[in-house]
């Protein structure tokens, strides 16, 4: 009970912080908008073809627009030494790191419910036939982006090139689960339901939400004190 | 004595590739594949050193995460090291055998996929280690990130019998496998020699990194007084 209270706080202070400075949510949205433009001009939307790549468009606007708030999650801490004080509070690493990563879910996963929408409209694609199935894939996906976010977030809080080496470090880490969430996005976009094989790319995307998820709560007192 | 058993293994295993080459060059050509398939003796132990090499970086990362000695940092670096050019080896050989057999250097084939992805998962942990400065720090994290890259070993392991593949299904350690006795010595001599050959490159990189620490500390020593 105590441990859920504590990685209450950690996030509703993060929430409403971000809440009040709108920072990382606004530069994300803008950059998510910014990209899904550009990408429009690598090929010819048309329905076909914007069909057949959807879920990779999707994603890698995702991820980039991830990144933004997850570089933003720790070095939001470094200003007035804001990080020493978490890490001296009486919170174990876990509650941190499952704190911290709440907030940026929260934060992403509201940037990709907005972009959604505004890919549909860019790329005229009618993307909510299987609504509930791609809600579920953007939430395993996007947990999965948080999880690893986190931890290497604080991972490389202090190095100086901190920007390039958060993606650097966490997009191959990634790739299995980016791999079953385009898939799955792809299909679930084009209006197919979810069975037969793309069955095995769910088992994918829990299975690695699970791996990485019990290693962040295990190694995530090592990286803030080591 | 270390240095001698280091010159000494280093030895037998040049002696057993060039030895070894005269036998490969000696095989009859495969029928399907003619010349070209020479190279799986040098892919397949190249693929399964670097392999094995992920396994020790693996254990080594959590041994110094538990001891906090730095003996198990410097092997888990020195063993990545060496693992990656022998990772590059099996990429560039599977691409020269692709180029011949399938047409193409390269294909989007998950077992492909994997390798390249292991590839740049050990390459960033070399980047991870040049960006951090403290000693103790860069050891952590490099640990901390060589247990996370760890997980997509595996995949590639399984990628192969999993997915779909192009790749052809393995024909070594497994049931109906259709390799001749003689080419199936000829490519345990050669994976012994890489064997060899890792170990020894492995123990040379290790001991750049007990001299780079001793430095390291001597400086302090001197900058201290």
């Known amino acids: 009970m105590r441990f859920i209270r504590q990685v209450m706080v950690i996030t ?3 929430l409403r912080a971000e809440m009040r400075t709108k920072e990382a949510i606004n530069a994300s949205f803008a950059f998510a908008l910014v990209v899904l433009l550009i990408l429009s001009f690598a090929f010819e939307p048309t329905e076909d073809t914007t069909r057949e790549i959807s879920g990779g468009l999707l994603w890698i606007v ?3 627009a991830g990144t933004l708030i997850l570089n933003r999650s720790f070095a939001r801490e470094l200003p007035n030494d804001c990080l020493d004080a978490l890490i001296a509070a009486p919170v174990p690493g876990a ?4 704190g911290k990563g709440l907030a940026n879910f929260v934060l992403i996963l509201a940037v990709e419910i907005v972009a959604l929408p505004v890919f549909g409209i860019f790329y005229n694609v009618r993307w909510a036939r299987q609504f509930w199935a791609l809600m579920l894939v953007l939430v395993l996906g996007t947990w999965g982006l948080t999880a690893i976010g986190t931890v290497f977030g604080a991972l490389t809080v202090n190095i100086r090139l901190r920007e390039v080496m958060l993606p650097l470090l966490v997009y191959p880490v990634l790739i299995p689960i980016l791999l079953g969430a385009m898939k799955l996005s792809t299909e679930l976009v084009a209006g197919q339901p979810i069975s037969g094989d793309l069955l095995v790319w769910l088992k994918l995307l829990v299975g690695f939400d699970i791996i990485f998820t019990a290693l962040s709560l295990v190694l995530m007192d090592t990286v803030l004190l080591g | 004595m270390r240095q001698k058993a280091m010159f000494a ?5 040049m002696v057993l590739l060039v030895r070894n080459l005269y036998t490969i060059s000696m095989l009859p050509d495969e029928v399907n594949q003619g ?5 799986i003796f040098f892919h397949l ?6 392999m094995l090499g992920s396994a020790v970086a693996l254990v080594a990362s959590v041994l110094f995460l538990v001891k906090k000695n730095f003996q198990y940092d410097a092997l888990a670096v020195a063993v990545t090291e060496v693992g990656l050019a022998f990772l590059a080896v099996n990429l560039v050989t599977g691409s020269i055998w692709a180029r011949v057999i399938w047409g193409v250097w390269w294909a989007w084939d998950p077992r492909l996929t994997s390798a390249l992805i292991c590839w740049i998962l050990y390459a960033g942990y070399l980047i991870l280690r040049q960006a951090l400065e403290e000693p103790t720090q860069r050891a952590t994290f490099a640990a901390v990130y060589s247990i996370f890259a760890f997980t997509d070993v595996p995949i590639v392991y399984f990628s192969i019998r999993w997915w779909r593949t192009i790749h052809p299904q393995p024909v070594f350690f497994s049931k109906g496998g259709s390799f001749p006795p003689d080419w199936s010595r000829a490519l345990l001599v050669n994976l012994v020699a890489i064997f060899l050959l890792y170990t020894v490159l492995t123990m040379i990189r290790l001991r750049q990194e007990q001299t780079q620490r001793e430095i390291d500390y001597l400086r302090r020593t001197v900058h201290a007084t």
């Open chain 1, 12 to 14: 509703a202070k993060d």
């Open chain 1, 62 to 64: 995702f991820l980039f």
């Open chain 1, 95 to 98: 509650a941190l790191f499952l």
């Open chain 2, 9 to 13: 293994m280093l030895a037998l295993a």
């Open chain 2, 35 to 39: 010349q070209i398939f020479r190279i």
């Open chain 2, 45 to 50: 132990p190249a693929a399964i050193a670097a």
